[in-house]
């Protein structure tokens, strides 16, 4: 989950409450120190009722972060430091469009994730590098 561990794998998940007429979930991880863009990953069902550790689930696909990856990049502050990490699950009441891929700026699928969501639900952790 983290630069530290043997598999920067990205972390399981558990959600519930998703808002009737919801259309599909997106999630995020920023780095609230620096704003970095650490995760986007678009089109989860609404069904779902979470991710799985290292699993893409079937329909969704991942986004371009702010390190040019379309992929999880987990916490990884300076050695000594403490950073804290938002993670946000999107209910977008209309599917991100497919145009959204590899070329879309992180900041610009972020912008368009939080213009379209109907509700948000937000986790932030703290990380310290050793």
Not at 8 to 21: Q, T, W
Not at 73 to 92: E, F, N, S
Request: net charge negative; proline share 8%; glycine share 6%.
């Amino acid at each position: 989950m983290t630069c530290d561990s043997p598999h920067d794998y990205s972390p399981e998940l558990r959600f519930e409450n998703v808002p009737a007429g919801t259309a599909e979930l997106a999630l995020s991880m920023v780095d609230l120190e620096n704003q970095k863009i650490h995760w986007l990953q678009v089109g989860l069902p609404a069904t779902v009722s979470g991710t799985q550790a290292h699993t893409l689930t079937r329909g969704a696909r991942e986004l371009l972060n702010d390190f040019g990856e379309a992929t999880y990049d987990g916490p990884c502050p300076p050695t000594g430091h403490t950073h804290k990490y938002q993670l946000t699950l999107y209910a977008l009441r209309n599917p991100l469009p497919v145009s959204f891929g590899q070329n879309t700026s992180p900041s610009r699928t972020l912008k368009e994730l939080r213009s379209q969501a109907d509700a948000t639900a937000v986790l932030v952790a703290p990380y310290t590098r050793r």
